[in-house]
């Protein structure tokens, strides 16, 4: 990937899409090709097909998708699956179509078996039943990884699967009911704190563990693997540590400087038990986070209260 290499990053206004961006502008690259949903809706094979013809992208980071947590991935099923599976479609096809020279689809820890031993290694795809509150997600996901493998193996494309486990960070998204848990809970203890609320209440029992990356470190991951990395073969992008929810609950209150009690709503889901990913093979290629977490919540916390200052009350999603 040369500096004047023509980039597309698909989703460059979301956490991800964003990181990637800035860390590509940082690095010099002057041929970054974006389009917002409401230019280019990507769930549209027509127009999809006439933007690669028109730009012709060199390398393309799949950054962008239907997004959410527990409580929207079980709600909104349907979208879940239908957008993820067109987005996913739609550029992989194009790309092929116009001889892009390397694709970066972005997977998720969700497409492991629920109950898959751990570290969640890379081969583990596929050897058992998935999660239920996420499995259309997963599903379109998994088809996405399909899609890459199929294209490499019938016509020699050179597309490649990273798949993250859960992210946080700058430009996250910060709905009451349709984030992920750690924006969730920056969110809910800073307004308790704000508004004296005597108690905080977490979804589901707290027990299940989960592991966090920071936005600006998966960013730094993909760009590695875009530039060092050919493989048929999944590449998992994680800290390589998790811990549970309860436990991430008391780092954030400590963060946010609230003062109040946790209480536990035990009608939420808890999801998956446990997502640790195996990152020795990403490790093996030389790549390592540097973002630890405690220091990534309170770097996202800072991003939350500049975002809370310029937009009150604006949702993400
Ligand atoms: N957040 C997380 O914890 C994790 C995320 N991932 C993966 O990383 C990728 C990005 O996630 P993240 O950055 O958090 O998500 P965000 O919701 O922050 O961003 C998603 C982006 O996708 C774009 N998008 C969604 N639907 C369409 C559409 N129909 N047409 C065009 N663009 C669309 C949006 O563009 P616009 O803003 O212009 O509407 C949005 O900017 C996804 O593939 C996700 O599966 C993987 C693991 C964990
Ligand atoms: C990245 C991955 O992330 C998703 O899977 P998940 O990790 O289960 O998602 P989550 O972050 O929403 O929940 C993590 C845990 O946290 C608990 N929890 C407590 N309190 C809140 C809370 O307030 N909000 C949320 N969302 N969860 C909460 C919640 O009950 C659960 O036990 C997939 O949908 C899919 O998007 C995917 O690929």
């Keep these: 990937m040369e500096l004047k290499s023509r980039i597309y990053i698909a989703g460059h206004r979301g956490m991800v899409g964003g990181a990637i961006k800035r860390k590509l502008e940082t690095m010099g690259y002057q041929h970054i090709i974006t389009r917002t949903s409401g230019e280019l809706d990507l769930r549209d094979q027509q127009n999809v097909q006439s ?41 992989i096809h194009a790309a092929w179509q116009q001889q892009a020279k390397k694709l970066m689809f972005l997977g998720s820890s969700c497409i492991y078996p629920k109950l898959a031993p751990q570290p969640l290694r890379e081969d583990y795809l596929l050897t058992g039943p998935l999660e239920a509150t996420n499995e259309p997600y997963a599903i379109a996901k998994i088809a996405g990884i399909k899609l890459c493998e199929a294209y490499r193996d019938q016509y020699g494309c050179n597309f490649i699967s990273v798949m993250p486990t859960n992210l946080y960070g700058i430009g996250d998204n910060y709905h009451p ?14 307004e308790a704190k704000q508004n004296n609320t005597p108690v905080v209440t977490v979804w589901g029992t707290g027990k299940p563990k989960r592991e966090f990356l920071y936005s600006d470190d998966l960013a730094d991951a993909c760009v590695f693997l875009m530039l060092n990395y050919d493989g048929r073969e999944l590449v998992n992008i994680g800290s390589g540590e998790d811990l549970s929810i309860r436990e991430l609950a008391e780092i954030v209150k400590e963060v946010v400087c609230y003062e109040g009690d946790i209480e536990f709503d035990t009608s939420k889901p808890d999801g998956t038990p446990r997502k640790l990913m195996d990152v020795s093979k990403i490790h093996s290629l030389g790549w390592k986070h540097s973002v630890d977490l405690k220091r990534g919540i309170a770097l996202a916390y800072g991003d939350f209260l500049k975002g809370q200052y310029h937009s009150m009350n604006a949702m993400h999603h």
């Design 51 to 91: 933007f690669f013809a028109e730009e012709r992208p060199e390398y393309v980071f799949l950054a962008a998708a239907k997004v959410g947590g527990i409580h929207a991935n079980n709600t909104y099923r349907a979208e879940f699956l239908y957008d993820n599976l067109m987005i996913a479609s739609n550029i």
């Design 177 to 190: 009911e349709n984030s992920h848990v750690l924006p969730a809970l920056i969110r809910r203890f800073h």
